[in-house]
C-alpha cells in the first residue's frame, strides 16, 4: 500500500513562495504517476500539476501556470510542488496524489485517475 504524506505548507503572504513535498509512508511511489491538487473551502477539489512517473512530462493547471512549478526526485521517492508569486486564491488545502500505472509516461489530470491519496497540507495566503 502506497500512503502518500504532504509537508510544507503554512501562511505565506501575497506574493510569496512555498514548497510542498510528498513523500509515501509503505510503499514507494517512485515508479508511479503523481499529481497535486487542492480544495478551498465550499468549492470541489481542483488539478493543480501532474507529473509522469519519471518526471520527463508534466502538466500544470492554467490557473497556476507559470507560477507553480512540479518536480519530483525518484532516488529519493518524493515529489515536489513549488509555488511562487502566490496570490489569496491560492489558499486551500493541497492534496498529493498517486496513480497505480507503473512506468507510465502519461500525465493524469483527474481526481478518479489516482488510487493513492494524500491527508493534505494547508495552504493560506494572507497578509
Known amino acids: 500500500q502506497v500512503q502518500p504524506v504532504e509537508s510544507g505548507g503554512g501562511l505565506v503572504q501575497p506574493g510569496g513562495s512555498l514548497r510542498l513535498s510528498c513523500t509515501p509512508s509503505?510503499?514507494?511511489?517512485?515508479?508511479?504517476?503523481v499529481g497535486w491538487f487542492r480544495q478551498a473551502p465550499g468549492k470541489e477539489r481542483e488539478f493543480v500539476a501532474a507529473s509522469s512517473w519519471s518526471g520527463g512530462s508534466t502538466y500544470d493547471a492554467d490557473s497556476v501556470k507559470g507560477r507553480f512549478t512540479i518536480s519530483r526526485d525518484n532516488a529519493k521517492n518524493t515529489v515536489y510542488l513549488q509555488m511562487n508569486s502566490l496570490k489569496t486564491e491560492d489558499t486551500a488545502v493541497y492534496y498529493c496524489a498517486a496513480r497505480r500505472s507503473p512506468y507510465d509516461r502519461g500525465v493524469y489530470v483527474g481526481a478518479n485517475d489516482y488510487h493513492y491519496w494524500g491527508q493534505g497540507t494547508q495552504v493560506t495566503v494572507s497578509s
Open positions: 509503505g510503499n514507494s511511489f517512485s515508479s508511479f504517476p
